[in-house]
């Protein structure tokens, strides 16, 4: 599972923001990422969670009834440009195997655009994000496969006045990132191979019809009420 502050201890959660704070200084004068091929082809392929303080996450980090996060995947693929996000949920008796998954496009953003934390694109290292399903599946009950059986879909919508979710690209080599949400969130990933996103699985999601629900708070709420 990636750490949080919900596991990690003060002065190590200050020396990860530390960390992340020098190699972020140190890329800064890498402006126009989105327009450089060299050093766009990093972004695809499959990284893992190491570390966030996404609310999205740590509220995934004090899971009832035995459940547990376990590793938290994304999948990117830059010239199609879609994206997907995989949290694999656990047991510490290994009665439920699970796991939360989000289909999306992600685009460049516009130069002098505004995200949820007031701050300027300046830097040109800004993706818009557009979330397309939110799946929740159990994988596994018991030890038996559930196949399609027990699942939940929901479909994100953004409200208009509601502003664009994005991602800012702080810090990229061939394997580690650094992203910051549109809200300050910091992100830490680590790429385990070059693979994209599977197209079938993405093509088999956006066929199906969920629950519509407001990106952001409203997938949070959503997520909680999944009965886990």
Same mark, same amino acid.
């Given at each position: 599972?990636?750490?949080?502050?919900?596991?990690?201890?003060?002065?190590?959660?200050?020396? &990860?923001?530390?960390?992340?704070?020098?190699? /972020? %200084?140190?890329?800064?004068?890498?402006? #126009? $990422?989105? *327009?450089?091929?060299?050093?766009?082809?990093?972004?695809?392929?499959?990284?893992?969670?190491?570390?966030?303080?996404?609310?999205?996450?740590?509220?995934?980090?004090?899971?009832?009834?035995?459940?547990?996060?376990?590793?938290?995947?994304?999948?990117?693929? &830059?010239?199609?440009?879609?994206?997907?996000? /995989? %949290?694999?949920?656990?047991?510490?008796? #290994? $009665?439920? *195997?699970?796991?939360?998954?989000?289909?999306?496009?992600?685009?460049?953003?516009?130069?002098?655009?505004?995200?949820?934390?007031?701050?300027?694109?300046?830097?040109?290292?800004?993706?818009?994000?557009?979330?397309?399903?939110?799946?929740?599946?159990?994988?596994?009950?018991?030890?038996?496969?559930?196949?399609?059986?027990?699942?939940?879909?929901?479909?994100?919508?953004?409200?208009?006045?509601?502003?664009?979710?994005?991602?800012?690209?702080?810090?990229?080599?061939?394997?580690?990132?650094?992203?910051?949400?549109?809200?300050?969130?910091?992100?830490?990933?680590?790429?385990?191979?070059?693979?994209?996103?599977?197209?079938?699985?993405?093509?088999?999601?956006?066929?199906?019809?969920?629950?519509?629900?407001?990106?952001?708070?409203?997938?949070?709420?959503?997520?909680?009420?999944?009965?886990?």
């Amino acid at each position: 599972a990636p750490a949080t502050p919900v596991a990690l201890s003060p002065a190590a959660v200050e020396e &990860v923001s530390m960390l992340a704070g020098k190699l /972020e %200084a140190s890329f800064l004068s890498r402006r #126009g $990422l989105l *327009k450089d091929p060299k050093l766009l082809r990093h972004l695809s392929g499959n990284w893992r969670l190491l570390y966030t303080d996404a609310p999205e996450i740590t509220g995934l980090a004090n899971l009832p009834l035995g459940l547990a996060l376990g590793p938290v995947y994304q999948l990117i693929d &830059v010239p199609s440009g879609d994206f997907e996000n /995989e %949290a694999l949920i656990t047991h510490k008796l #290994g $009665l439920v *195997k699970g796991d939360l998954a989000v289909v999306g496009t992600f685009t460049s953003a516009q130069i002098g655009s505004v995200n949820a934390a007031g701050k300027k694109n300046v830097d040109g290292n800004r993706i818009d994000v557009d979330f397309q399903r939110l799946v929740f599946s159990v994988i596994e009950l018991g030890g038996f496969p559930t196949g399609s059986l027990l699942r939940k879909v929901a479909s994100p919508t953004r409200a208009a006045d509601a502003p664009q979710p994005a991602v800012d690209i702080t810090f990229l080599d061939d394997n580690l990132r650094i992203t910051r949400g549109g809200d300050g969130s910091l992100f830490v990933l680590e790429k385990e191979g070059d693979t994209g996103p599977a197209s079938q699985l993405r093509n088999r999601l956006l066929q199906e019809q969920g629950e519509a629900v407001s990106q952001g708070a409203g997938a949070i709420r959503w997520i909680s009420r999944l009965g886990v």
